[in-house]
């Protein structure tokens, strides 16, 4: 092992170290002293004078001495040219110890009182092998003490002559042992505070990646919700102005690509969210806020979604559904419920997919199933992985050429079992060559379902919104006039307001369409506040939002406002005229 150099930081510790114990060492040295004290009184011949001195010295000087070099080594005022006199001091202080120590056994060693004699020697064992503990980290220190004490006791030893020479000259060969446990034990402490300094390095290296990371992914998720806005304004332009589009007009060409077209911005339109869930998630910005729904209609809702989707595919989705009240957050698990339902749609093949529900004991479950070719077994552990997308032959492709699916980012079940876990909801999959199934449990039910409780029902017919009058509040003109252009085609009045005051419109709109995040210095919740307050409390108001937050979210609970989020597509906005103008 290479040599241990004492530099200025080593030398710290181990004065730090060192005056970490002064009360043990000041009670050791006392109680000792004042057991020598005793047995040299019982002496004859030792001087009083000398021994009163000694008294004086070992029980009040040298204590006073100890507590003196520890008060001032600790005071962080004294600099290091002082501090570094403080072991020449320390140095100073245990010679003159093990000198007295030892002149008092040279004199007071009483052979002739078998008693006192053990005592005695009891006393130079102790004491010699306690310095080792405290004086070891100072080698130098503890060889200035324990030479002259050791040295006095073994010379009074040899000059008793007979088998004393013997016990004399174990006292040196003890010596010797002690020298050699003190520079161990000094290599010993290097060492530890060597590792101790190397893990404090890996510790603070460890800070500062872990900082860097942690910068890195608040800047990826700030990044993201910077960007979402400008990045999820044209899609969702896009998506409001295809389907303005009639294809009656087009060659089977045009209309493939339209088709295409509408399949691609709907694909970005899922990576945008999926991306965004995973940032939220990694963040801990979301929260569960669970409410007490019916699950029937909840699940209804999700289906009447997707069933456009679903019919692209050739899909047909079934369901048998519980009609009891949950506790559930309905925002999580409407996003859990509806990436199961579109991973069958995507994977199944065209297959029949079946939402159904069972209760048992106060719990509910739900499980979404699929008729497709089914997840092999060495796949189904690693499904939830985030960004995996499994590609086999046999056994769920995640490629169906002919449809032209696309792949996306793997997400989408990772997404499932991260809320789901938020959540204390097991997720359990099934899956062969006759099909895949998904089960969610436990839910907790409320009540049984009440025979008088309306069950929502989905409309499909665009002429229910002839006649309404839609006020749109956009401050991105092309976003605006793409969902006015929709608006139209649905049958709808539109009005395009603008993130000022509003005044200029005459008639009540029936609903307002506001843009979540105006211009800058514009309040959004405050501007359609100021508008419910001219035309009235009973004005619906519809909030679209490019950012998906707990704080936004929050925002909108604590209205009676419906938030949709960017990009909107354009049967999710149906569905939500529906039901707010056909609510029964």
């Known amino acids: 092992m290479a040599k241990l150099k004492l530099s200025e930081d080593t030398a710290h510790e181990h004065i730090a170290l060192f005056t970490k114990a002064p009360r043990m060492i000041y009670l050791g040295h006392i109680a000792s002293a004042a057991v020598l004290i005793y047995l040299a009184s019982a002496a004859a011949h030792v001087p009083g004078w000398f021994l009163v001195s000694w008294s004086l010295v070992e029980l009040i000087l040298t204590p006073f001495a100890m507590g003196w070099l520890a008060h001032s080594y600790n005071d962080d005022t004294t600099s290091w040219t002082v501090k570094s006199r403080w072991i020449a001091w320390l140095d100073g202080l245990f010679l003159f110890i093990g000198l007295s120590w030892g002149a008092l056994l040279l004199i007071s060693l009483n052979p002739d009182n078998p008693a006192h004699f053990s005592m005695q020697m009891a006393i130079v064992a102790g004491a010699s092998a306690a310095a080792v503990k405290s004086l070891g980290l100072f080698p130098r220190t503890f060889a200035l003490y324990a030479i002259p004490f050791l040295g006095l006791v073994s010379a009074r030893l040899f000059l008793l002559g007979g088998d004393y020479i013997l016990l004399g000259g174990l006292v040196v060969i003890f010596l010797v042992m002690l020298l050699g446990l003190s520079n161990d034990a000094l290599i010993s402490i290097k060492q530890y505070i060597a590792i101790k300094h190397q893990n404090l390095e890996l510790a603070d290296k460890y800070r500062i990646e872990a900082k860097r990371a942690d910068y890195a992914n608040r800047e990826k998720t700030r990044l993201l919700a910077a960007a979402s806005h400008d990045l999820r304004q044209p899609v969702h332009a896009i998506g409001l102005l295809l389907a303005t589009l009639s294809t009656d007009k087009y060659s089977d060409q045009d209309c493939k690509t339209v088709t295409n077209i509408r399949q691609s911005i709907d694909t970005l339109s899922k990576l945008f969210n999926s991306v965004l869930d995973v940032s939220l998630l990694d963040a801990g910005k979301i929260s569960v806020n669970p409410d007490d729904f019916l699950i029937h209609d909840f699940v209804t809702g999700i289906v009447s979604d997707l069933q456009p989707l679903a019919q692209i595919t050739g899909a047909t989705i079934t369901t048998d559904v519980d009609e009891s009240r949950v506790h559930c957050d309905p925002v999580l698990l409407r996003r859990i419920i509806q990436n199961l339902i579109a991973n069958s749609i995507t994977h199944g093949n065209g297959a029949r997919i079946s939402i159904t529900t069972s209760v048992e004991a106060q719990k509910l479950s739900i499980c979404v199933s699929d008729a497709g070719p089914g997840i092999s077994k060495e796949n189904q552990a690693r499904v939830f992985d985030e960004f995996l997308q499994i590609d086999q032959n046999r056994f769920h492709p995640l490629v169906n050429e002919d449809n032209n699916q696309q792949k996306g980012l793997g997400l ?119 508008i419910q307050s001219r035309f009235g409390s009973d004005l619906k108001i519809i909030m679209v939002s490019a950012g998906r937050s707990p704080a936004v979210q929050q925002q909108i609970d604590n209205t009676d406002y419906l938030l949709l989020a960017k990009p909107v597509q354009p049967v999710q906005l149906r569905t939500a005229l529906l039901n707010l103008f056909i609510p029964g």
């Open 412 to 530: 989408g079940l990772a997404i499932v079992k991260r809320l789901s876990t938020l959540m204390n909801i097991n997720v359990h999959l099934q899956s062969d060559r006759s099909g895949t199934s998904f089960m969610l449990e436990p839910i907790d039910i409320i009540d049984s379902p009440q025979e008088n409780e309306p069950v929502t029902t989905n409309a499909t017919s665009t002429l229910l919104f002839d006649g309404q009058h839609v006020l749109i509040i956009d401050d991105d003109q092309q976003s605006g006039e793409a969902l006015s252009h929709l608006l139209h085609k649905w049958g709808c009045q539109t009005s395009l307001g603008n993130s000022k005051d509003n005044q200029d419109i005459d008639s009540k709109p029936d609903l307002v369409i506001c843009d979540y995040e105006l211009e800058s210095g514009i309040n959004s919740l405050e501007l359609v506040s100021q």
